[in-house]
C-alpha cells in the first residue's frame, strides 16, 4: 500500500522506488562523479590505433562484403587457439634438427 | 551515419545547413520566390554538400573521436562568400561556401581541357575572357581550431562582434579570434583540483546576442551563469545565477537528471532566455535570477515513466528549442512530435514530423498524448510512443514562420499556411 500512496503523491518517488525495486545497488548519488565521469570519457576505448585501425577496416570490409581469405582471419578479437590457426604446410626442407 | 545531429538557419534565412554524425554538412538553400505564385515561398533544396570532420583517434587516450558534427553556427555575411563554423567533440572549422559561375576559357598555352599547348605552335596571342558556366558551390576550410579542448565540445557561438566566437566542452569555455587558429583564451574552467569532487557539468553556453561581453553557460544540474567578460580575465566567477528553487520534499533519484538544462537560448532581443531541460522549457528574465518567469511542461506524462527511461538511456537525450523573436518558442519531444508555445496567448500545440501521417502541402494536424483514462479518438497513449523516434534537433527562420524539424534521418521543413 506504501507505494500506491506515493504514486498519488508523486509519480518521481514512485519510480524511484521501481528502480530501485529492480536494482537495489544503485549509487547513493546519481548525479555524483561516477555518472558524470562516464559521461566525461564518451566513446569507445581501443587497446591502442592498431587496435583501432583493425576495427575501422573490419567495419569498412562490412559494408562491402567481399567473400575471400579475410573471412578466415581469426586474429584481432580474440586469443587464437592452436585448433582455430589454418594449418602450417609442411616445408619442403626438413629440418636438420628433426628426427 | 545518416542521423542528423544539428540544424540552424543563416542569419537571412536563405540557408539552412544541416550536420550529421557521419561528419557531412548538407547546406540547402531557399528558391526565389515564384512571382507568380503570391505569396508562396520558395522551396530549399539542396546546394552544397561537404565532408566537414573525419573520424580520428586520440592516441594519448585511446579513444576514438567521432566525426558526429555537434554544433553548426553560420557568421553574418560580408561578401558574396557565405562562412561557417562547425564543430565535432574536439575541432572547431571555419568554412567557405562560394560560388563560382564565369570561367576563364581561351589561354594562350593551355588547352580548353587543360593540356598544354605546345608553344612553337602558337602565332597569335589572345586575352582570356570569362564565359558564364552552369553554377558550382565550393565549400574549403579556412581556418582549423584545434587541441584547445580536453573534453567534448558541446557548444559554439559566435559574438556580437562578430570576430570573436566561444567553444565549450563539459568542464571548460574557451574565447576564440576567427583570424587565430594557433591560440585561444580559457574563459571559464569549472575542473576541479580533485576529479572525486566533480558535482556538474557545462551542457551549453551562447553569447548574449547584443552585448559583446555578456555570455551564459548551462550546468548538469539545472542552473545558467551569466558572466561578464569585463570583470576579469577568468570568468569563473558569475555575474548573475540563474536557479530555480528545488521543493526538498519532491526530491527523487531522477531529480538532477532530469533537471540538467540541454540547451539554453537568448530571445532575439537578448532580454530572455529560454532553458530546455528532460520535461520542460523554462523562459527566463535576465532581471531575475531566482526562477523563470514561465515554465512550459513538454511532456509531463513521461514523469510517470521514468524509470524505464532511465533503463533505455533516453532519460539522458538533450533535446534542443529554439525562439522565433520572443513570442513563440518550439522544442522537440518523442514519437516524431515537437511542440510549440505561444508566450502571449498562452497556447500550445503539439505536431508530428512524419511522411505516413501527412501528405506534403496539407496543414498539419494537432496531436495529442493520452496520459491515462480513457483514449478518445485520433489521442495516442503513452505507451504507443516510439522512444526511438526523437527530435533533437530544431530551427526557425530567423524572419518568417518557416521551420525546419529533423528526425533521426529526415529534415523536414514546413511553413505556415499564407492566405
Same mark, same amino acid.
Given at each position: 500500500?506504501?507505494?500506491?500512496? &506515493?504514486?498519488?503523491? %508523486?509519480?518521481?518517488? /514512485?519510480?524511484? /522506488?521501481?528502480?530501485? /525495486?529492480?536494482?537495489?545497488?544503485?549509487?547513493?548519488?546519481?548525479?555524483?562523479?561516477?555518472?558524470?565521469?562516464?559521461? =566525461?570519457? &564518451?566513446?569507445?576505448?581501443?587497446?591502442?590505433?592498431?587496435?583501432? %585501425?583493425? /576495427?575501422?577496416?573490419?567495419?569498412? %570490409?562490412?559494408?562491402?562484403?567481399?567473400?575471400?581469405?579475410?573471412? %578466415? =582471419?581469426?586474429?584481432?578479437?580474440?586469443?587464437?587457439?592452436?585448433?582455430?590457426?589454418?594449418?602450417?604446410?609442411?616445408?619442403?626442407?626438413?629440418?636438420?634438427?628433426?628426427? | 551515419?545518416?542521423?542528423?545531429?544539428?540544424?540552424?538557419?543563416?542569419?537571412?534565412?536563405?540557408?539552412?545547413?544541416?550536420? #550529421?554524425?557521419?561528419?557531412?554538412?548538407?547546406?540547402?538553400? @531557399?528558391?526565389?520566390?515564384?512571382? !507568380? @505564385?503570391?505569396?508562396?515561398?520558395?522551396?530549399?533544396?539542396?546546394? !552544397?554538400?561537404? @565532408?566537414?570532420?573525419?573520424?580520428?583517434?586520440?592516441?594519448?587516450?585511446?579513444?576514438?573521436?567521432?566525426?558526429?558534427?555537434?554544433?553548426?553556427?553560420?557568421?553574418?555575411?560580408?561578401?558574396?562568400? @557565405?562562412?561557417?563554423?562547425?564543430?565535432? #567533440?574536439?575541432?572547431?572549422?571555419?568554412?567557405?561556401?562560394?560560388?563560382?559561375?564565369?570561367?576563364?576559357?581561351?589561354?594562350?598555352?593551355?588547352?580548353?581541357?587543360?593540356?598544354?599547348?605546345?608553344?612553337?605552335?602558337?602565332?597569335?596571342?589572345?586575352?582570356?575572357?570569362?564565359?558564364?558556366?552552369?553554377?558550382?558551390?565550393?565549400?574549403?576550410?579556412?581556418?582549423?581550431?584545434?587541441?584547445?579542448?580536453?573534453?567534448?565540445?558541446?557548444?559554439?557561438?559566435?559574438?556580437?562582434?562578430?570576430?570573436?566566437?566561444? !567553444?565549450?566542452? #563539459?568542464?571548460?569555455?574557451?574565447?576564440?579570434?576567427?583570424?587565430?587558429?594557433?591560440?585561444?583564451?580559457?574563459?571559464?574552467?569549472?575542473?576541479?583540483?580533485?576529479?572525486?569532487?566533480?558535482?556538474?557539468?557545462?551542457?551549453?553556453?551562447?553569447?548574449?546576442?547584443?552585448?559583446? $561581453?555578456?555570455?551564459?553557460?548551462?550546468?548538469?544540474?539545472?542552473?545558467?551563469?551569466?558572466?561578464?567578460?569585463?570583470?576579469?580575465?577568468?570568468?569563473?566567477?558569475?555575474?548573475?545565477?540563474?536557479?530555480?528553487?528545488?521543493?526538498?520534499?519532491?526530491?527523487?533519484?531522477?531529480?538532477?537528471?532530469?533537471?540538467?538544462?540541454?540547451?539554453?537560448?537568448?530571445?532575439?532581443?537578448?532580454?530572455?532566455?529560454?532553458?530546455? #531541460?528532460?520535461?520542460?522549457?523554462?523562459?527566463?528574465?535576465? $532581471?531575475?535570477?531566482?526562477?523563470?518567469?514561465?515554465?512550459?511542461?513538454?511532456?509531463?506524462?513521461?514523469?510517470?515513466?521514468?524509470?524505464?527511461?532511465?533503463?533505455?538511456?533516453?532519460?539522458?537525450?538533450?533535446?534542443?528549442?529554439?525562439?522565433?523573436? !520572443?513570442?513563440?518558442?518550439?522544442?522537440?519531444?518523442?514519437?516524431?512530435?515537437?511542440?510549440?508555445?505561444?508566450?502571449?496567448?498562452?497556447?500550445?500545440?503539439?505536431?508530428?514530423?512524419?511522411?505516413? $501521417?501527412?501528405?506534403?502541402?496539407?496543414?498539419?494536424?494537432?496531436?495529442?498524448?493520452?496520459?491515462?483514462?480513457?483514449?478518445?479518438?485520433?489521442?495516442?497513449?503513452?505507451?504507443?510512443?516510439?522512444?526511438?523516434?526523437?527530435?533533437?534537433?530544431?530551427?526557425?527562420?530567423?524572419?518568417?514562420?518557416?521551420?525546419?524539424?529533423?528526425?533521426?534521418?529526415?529534415?523536414?521543413?514546413?511553413?505556415?499556411?499564407?492566405?
Amino acid at each position: 500500500q506504501v507505494t500506491q500512496e &506515493k504514486e498519488t503523491i %508523486n509519480p518521481e518517488r /514512485a519510480e524511484e /522506488a521501481k528502480l530501485k /525495486a529492480k536494482y537495489p545497488n544503485l549509487g547513493q548519488k546519481p548525479g555524483g562523479s561516477d555518472f558524470l565521469m562516464k559521461r =566525461l570519457q &564518451k566513446g569507445q576505448k581501443y587497446f591502442d590505433s592498431g587496435d583501432y %585501425n583493425m /576495427a575501422k577496416a573490419k567495419l569498412k %570490409n562490412k559494408q562491402f562484403p567481399s567473400a575471400g581469405p579475410e573471412q %578466415n =582471419l581469426v586474429t584481432g578479437d580474440h586469443i587464437p587457439t592452436p585448433q582455430d590457426l589454418p594449418q602450417r604446410k609442411s616445408s619442403l626442407i626438413t629440418s636438420k634438427l628433426a628426427g | 551515419a545518416d542521423i542528423i545531429s544539428t540544424v540552424e538557419f543563416n542569419h537571412s534565412g536563405e540557408l539552412l545547413a544541416t550536420g #550529421d554524425k557521419g561528419g557531412r554538412v548538407v547546406i540547402f538553400q @531557399q528558391e526565389q520566390e515564384n512571382k !507568380s @505564385q503570391a505569396h508562396s515561398r520558395g522551396e530549399y533544396n539542396v546546394y !552544397s554538400t561537404f @565532408q566537414s570532420h573525419e573520424p580520428e583517434f586520440d592516441y594519448l587516450k585511446s579513444l576514438e573521436i567521432e566525426e558526429k558534427i555537434n554544433k553548426i553556427r553560420w557568421l553574418p555575411q560580408k561578401n558574396a562568400a @557565405q562562412f561557417l563554423l562547425s564543430t565535432n #567533440d574536439k575541432t572547431i572549422k571555419l568554412w567557405k561556401i562560394s560560388e563560382r559561375d564565369k570561367r576563364p576559357e581561351g589561354y594562350n598555352l593551355k588547352e580548353e581541357d587543360g593540356r598544354y599547348r605546345d608553344p612553337t605552335t602558337v602565332t597569335t596571342l589572345r586575352v582570356p575572357v570569362f564565359r558564364p558556366m552552369d553554377l558550382m558551390v565550393e565549400a574549403s576550410p579556412r581556418r582549423i581550431f584545434a587541441n584547445a579542448h580536453t573534453y567534448h565540445i558541446n557548444s559554439i557561438s559566435i559574438n556580437s562582434d562578430y570576430e570573436t566566437y566561444l !567553444s565549450a566542452d #563539459d568542464l571548460r569555455i574557451n574565447l576564440w579570434h576567427l583570424e587565430i587558429t594557433d591560440r585561444s583564451f580559457n574563459i571559464v574552467d569549472i575542473k576541479p583540483a580533485n576529479m572525486e569532487e566533480l558535482t556538474e557539468v557545462i551542457t551549453a553556453a551562447e553569447f548574449h546576442p547584443n552585448s559583446c $561581453n555578456t555570455f551564459v553557460y548551462s550546468s548538469s544540474k539545472g542552473t545558467i551563469r551569466l558572466c561578464d567578460m569585463r570583470a576579469s580575465a577568468l570568468c569563473d566567477r558569475h555575474s548573475k545565477l540563474f536557479e530555480e528553487p528545488e521543493d526538498p520534499s519532491n526530491r527523487s533519484f531522477f531529480s538532477e537528471i532530469i533537471s540538467s538544462i540541454s540547451d539554453v537560448k537568448f530571445s532575439h532581443s537578448g532580454r530572455y532566455m529560454m532553458t530546455r #531541460d528532460y520535461l520542460s522549457v523554462k523562459i527566463w528574465d535576465l $532581471n531575475m535570477e531566482n526562477r523563470p518567469v514561465e515554465t512550459y511542461q513538454v511532456h509531463e506524462y513521461l514523469r510517470s515513466k521514468l524509470c524505464s527511461l532511465y533503463e533505455n538511456d533516453c532519460i539522458f537525450d538533450k533535446f534542443e528549442c529554439c525562439w522565433n523573436g !520572443s513570442d513563440i518558442v518550439m522544442t522537440g519531444s518523442y514519437n516524431n512530435f515537437f511542440r510549440m508555445f505561444d508566450r502571449n496567448t498562452k497556447r500550445d500545440i503539439t505536431l508530428e514530423a512524419s511522411r505516413e $501521417n501527412n501528405k506534403p502541402r496539407t496543414v498539419l494536424k494537432p496531436r495529442k498524448v493520452c496520459a491515462s483514462g480513457k483514449r478518445k479518438k485520433d489521442e495516442i497513449s503513452v505507451d504507443s510512443l516510439d522512444f526511438n523516434k526523437k527530435i533533437l534537433h530544431t530551427a526557425w527562420h530567423p524572419k518568417e514562420n518557416i521551420i525546419a524539424v529533423a528526425t533521426t534521418n529526415n529534415l523536414y521543413i514546413f511553413q505556415d499556411k499564407t492566405n
